[in-house]
């Protein structure tokens, strides 16, 4: 086993793995910017190493100065958290050219599945059903239009490189279609280096169900059920749960057979997210994550199992400590977002904290980096907290939900947190009944 781990990430995340180490006799190297010298993160760490300025390109995305950081501390590993360098090949290519532990999974296989074409194609022929569309890239325009009208319209021009919503753009018809193509390519080119385009058929009315798995890099993987993050604003989740509300026992069992067949298949180590739309009972692939979600808790509370800790012991070249025999379902978890933003534009609103209060008592967990008088700083991700909350059933853990946001305590700040007050008296999120669109529609008509 390591005796330190080095991890390349702030905020909760770091605190997140920072608490697997200690738990596990772990020495931690927390790295930070000099805009996060009074971060938690640093504050808990055993060592802490400034590696670079304020803007994330110079420092958390700075891999010869993660590197030297390691270096000087000794540091075996590195745990990426999610986000920054967690899915960055040529990252992963470096610590083992300096060797040094990557937590994650091969170089190769954050290759393969962070190109969407190809994780797709891979996934096919391993045996997983994929939302239908075309055969890889689309080179042209006019390629383009010939695979949109023989697949129908509504159509979706998604860039290969593409993520966090970016470079995907709906085509309604023919008449929207030059226009989402070139848009996604150019937002492909901007944001990710990369102008490639794949076709999707355009769902109406799916549900986000992603698929949990875990390989220990020799063949053998499992996987822990499926999360529900139907609940998105711009394709991003705002509300997630285990288990899915519309997935049964006999679905669950055998889509999560299909996924983890298919990553044992090719030696996958450590955890990984396989991402459906799930519609009119059909499963449709449509991204694989090779590292650890933001919304991994949900599964951890009603597995009972420490991912992060199974993430650095298959590392370390240990089994992993269950099988699929062992992982049992209890109860049910939901997990909400806590950003700091102002509604109802969800502007991005960072500033001191001039009064926190943590909520508490059973099955409440709050996974943040906040503590009184913190200042967020500007330059990063909005996110600032993650309420997840455990009841034997769904409705108990929605109740206990709607307690711990009444005592959750932030001051100084704008967060989202009245919006999920509002969203627990809507019926269909009660009832669970809702698609991928019913937020933002929902968003429109309520805070528009
Ligand atoms: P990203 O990598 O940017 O997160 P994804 O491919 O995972 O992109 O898609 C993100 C979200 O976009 C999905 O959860 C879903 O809400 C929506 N989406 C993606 N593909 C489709 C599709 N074919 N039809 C309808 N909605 C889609």
New binding site residues.
Partial sequence: MFDKILIANRGEIALRVIRACREMGIQSVAVHSTADSDAMHVRMADEAVCIGPPSSTDSYLNIPAIIAACEITGAQAIHPGYGFLSENAAFVQALEDHDITFIGPTAEHIRVMGD?ITAKDTMKKLGVPC?PGSEGGVPDYETAKKVAEDMGFPV?I?ATA???????KLAKSADDLETAFRTARSEGKANFGNDEVYI????GK?R?IEVQVFGDGKGTAVHLGERD?SL?RR?QKVFEEAPGPCITPEMRAAIGKTCADAVADINYIGAGTI?F?YEDGEF?F??MNTRLQVEHPVTEAIFGVDLVREQIRVAAGMPMSFGQDDLTINGHAIEVRINAEKLPNFSPCPGKISAYHSPGGLGVRMDSALYNGYSIPPYYDSLIGKLIVHGRDRPEALSRLGRALGELIIDGIDTTTPLFHALLAEDAVQTGDYD?HWLEKWLESNLG
Avoid at 162 to 168: A, D, E, L, P, T
């Fill in positions: 969407k939302v979706i998604k593409g993520g966090g919503g970016k470079g995907m999707e058929k355009y769902l799916p986000h993050c998105q394709h991402e739309l449709f449509i991204e991928i």
